[in-house]
């Protein structure tokens, strides 16, 4: 292999080699040789890179999530705003984000391999809910959110808005899709988290709906 | 091997030893011939009983659910109670089985796997909720569980139930599970669904605790 002048950018084509075959081929069934096939690249080449398989499937969780802890760090410090103020623009964010729909498109795609699965699901159960736990406590704080379950909501903002609001695990038009975020938003109003109001449920609703719109029901 | 006098307990076997290998050493890494290998089976033997360890794997899933399924049908054709105290009955069944408390047990352990973590998730997204929605359509009718919510309330039953309440996912001792509870029923009761009554919540919340008692969390 030629001397690596941009470490980076063989990283970032490691990255969406990896991406690509996880999801044709499945997480277990490719292998390490498979990407350096795909890409012409050495052993030595990629290990610079990824100690392991698994190393790169974290980084390719990582990525997703980077892009909400940076607008999430953003968001803590403005002064301008509440703390449910801030969680609507982080809901928005996430499912209105044309710059980043084709990284959101190909990891859907990746949902389908039960290994990136379970460890989305279990980055949905641990760490995500503490980035929505600190929003909820600030908003306990300023009384923009008035919950006695701080906790609990954290972790059904996590887990519900990334897996049961997503039509490729729970199939949806658009008009269910509004019907399951309108129970969704009384559920939540019922236990002090008034996050979803009548601005933020038909955005959310065609956000999602045109998230999936070109794709095909992921069957994880 | 012996001529099989007993083809159901051959079958009780290997569903026995395949439960206890998946535990312990990962669906993807075990293999047909692990299994043979502690049960002394010839290929024939298995392959009389299970043509891959996919059937096997759908075999421990079904029965998991067999339990449940015939209970549901007993209730739904029970004339003597409303069709929220038969939702209730099932959840009570759910969490208070000391005759299939070992099977719940095995199964929990067996959902550190990523294959079978991802097949279960898949039932509980897909056919658990459709038998959740057959009482709560009756409840629609009788009048006892007055919801606009049918669809989302089954959805939330069968994956809330199953994933956000277990405390080897989201660990809890039994106050927080308690509290959990509290706002699952919260929540319920503001679509309409009044399934957890002040006799239900502690009563699950038992339950609950005591099914994850001496296990340790899973790492899923």
Redesign the interface.
């Known amino acids: 292999m030629a001397h690596n002048m941009h470490p980076e950018e063989t990283e970032r084509r490691i990255l969406d080699s990896a991406r690509r075959l996880f999801a044709e081929k499945g997480y277990?069934k490719t292998s390490i040789q498979d990407i350096l096939n795909d890409l012409g690249l050495s052993k030595g080449g990629l290990y610079h890179h990824f100690k392991s398989k698994e190393a790169i499937l974290d980084q390719l969780n990582a990525d997703e999530w980077a892009v909400t802890a940076r607008l999430l760090d953003e968001l803590i410090g403005r002064k301008d705003m509440s703390a449910l103020e801030k969680l609507r623009a982080l809901i928005i964010s996430a499912v209105d984000a044309p710059d980043h729909l084709d990284l959101v498109r190909s990891q859907l795609a990746l949902l389908k391999d039960?290994?990136f699965?379970?460890a989305n699901?279990?980055f949905w159960?641990t760490r995500l809910p503490e980035s929505f736990r600190s929003l909820i406590d600030m908003g306990v704080q300023d009384g923009s959110i008035p919950t006695t379950?701080p906790?609990?909501?954290a972790?059904?903002l996590a887990?519900l808005g990334n897996?049961?609001l997503m039509p490729c695990?729970?199939p949806a038009d658009h008009a269910?899709m509004e019907?399951?975020i309108r129970?969704l938003a009384?559920?939540?109003?019922?236990?002090g988290v008034p996050v979803f109001d009548e601005t933020l449920i038909p955005r959310v609703a065609e956000g999602l709906t045109a998230l999936t719109h070109e794709g095909e029901a992921v069957?994880?």
Do not use: G, K, N, V
């Open positions: 277990e039960p290994a699965f379970t699901m279990r159960s379950y906790e609990e909501a972790q059904l887990l897996y049961w695990f729970y269910d019907h399951r129970c009384t559920m939540l109003d019922a236990i069957s994880a």
